[in-house]
């Protein structure tokens, strides 16, 4: 299993939300580190696109795409049995379901965004941390990896549910990070919880449509993927419960 001798070789890591940019990049980098690879995402033309490439990319590694309905807690809990079966293990679940919706002000700020949002990024979150948990603490190199936003720690009066949704997913993700703590005991956490706290996101194509555009303090999504493999090369002790900034801190 896995793929030559990456820093990754014989991992086997999930990644939700694997069909868009920074789920392609992701499961590219991934693959390249020797890791065999699992991602889901809730469009299956999206997914198989972005397996195939992340095939194409790296020969020979092992790149499967599951659909899988993450607001399903039921579904999520099948996903991570059904890996932990097929490969024998589970290492890392990767969370990049993203969404966005903002006003322009706080007073136009529409309640049915939060309903949007909290679905997207704090039920997936829960569902998923609680569905891989305890495979990826029987690993010797769990990682559960959140990508969030700079706006979390400091939101825009525009921003509040988007933020606020990021805010909770956070604090949802430290509370795992306490789980891996404890189940360390004394020797300290064998797996762990960790934020990677960007922006934005900017990709080649975004970069195409405005050739003019600065993108400042946004992180590309091949660095994204840089940093996320980075989070498997420390140890579980350095990366439980802290956020790894990839942008500066407001």
Same mark, same amino acid.
């Given at each position: ?28 980098? *991934? ?5 065999? =690879? ?10 198989? $696109? +972005? ?11 092992? @790149? =499967? ?6 607001? /399903? ?46 679905? *997207? ?9 609680? +569905? ?12 559960? @990896? ?10 825009? +009066?525009?921003?509040?549910?988007? +933020? ?17 703590? &404890?189940?360390?005991? $004394? ?10 706290? @960007? &922006?934005?996101?900017?990709? /080649? ?23 996320? =493999? ?7 002790? $350095? ?9 500066? &801190?407001?």
């Amino acid at each position: 299993m896995g793929n030559g001798n990456g820093p990754l070789s014989g991992a086997v890591i999930a990644v939700a939300g694997a069909g868009g940019p920074a789920g392609r990049a992701t499961l590219v980098r *991934l693959a390249e580190a020797g890791a065999t =690879v699992v991602g889901s995402d809730n469009d299956p033309e999206r997914l198989a $696109e +972005a397996v195939d490439a992340a095939r194409y990319g790296h020969g020979g590694a092992t @790149v =499967v795409g599951d659909t899988v309905d993450l607001l /399903d807690l039921q579904s999520t809990r099948d996903w991570a049995t059904r890996i932990e079966k097929d490969f024998g293990r589970v290492d890392g679940l990767v969370h990049l379901v993203g969404g966005w919706r903002g006003s322009e002000t706080f007073t136009k700020t529409s309640l049915d965004d939060w309903d949007f949002l909290e679905l *997207l990024l704090i039920r997936t979150v829960q569902h998923t941390s609680l +569905a891989f948990h305890e495979a990826l603490q029987r690993s010797d190199r769990g990682r559960y @990896v959140l990508i969030s936003a700079a706006g979390a720690t400091k939101p825009s +009066a525009g921003n509040a549910s988007y +933020a606020a949704a990021k805010a909770a997913a956070e604090a949802w993700t430290l509370a795992l990070a306490d789980f891996f703590h &404890k189940a360390g005991g $004394e020797a300290g956490p064998t797996s762990a919880a960790a934020i990677l706290v @960007v &922006k934005a996101l900017v990709h /080649d194509a975004m970069r195409a449509e405005r050739p003019n555009a600065k993108f400042a303090g946004f992180t590309d999504v091949k660095d994204l993927a840089e940093a996320i =493999v980075g989070v498997w090369e420390k140890s579980a002790a $350095e990366v439980n419960g802290n956020r790894l900034w990839l942008t500066e &801190k407001p």
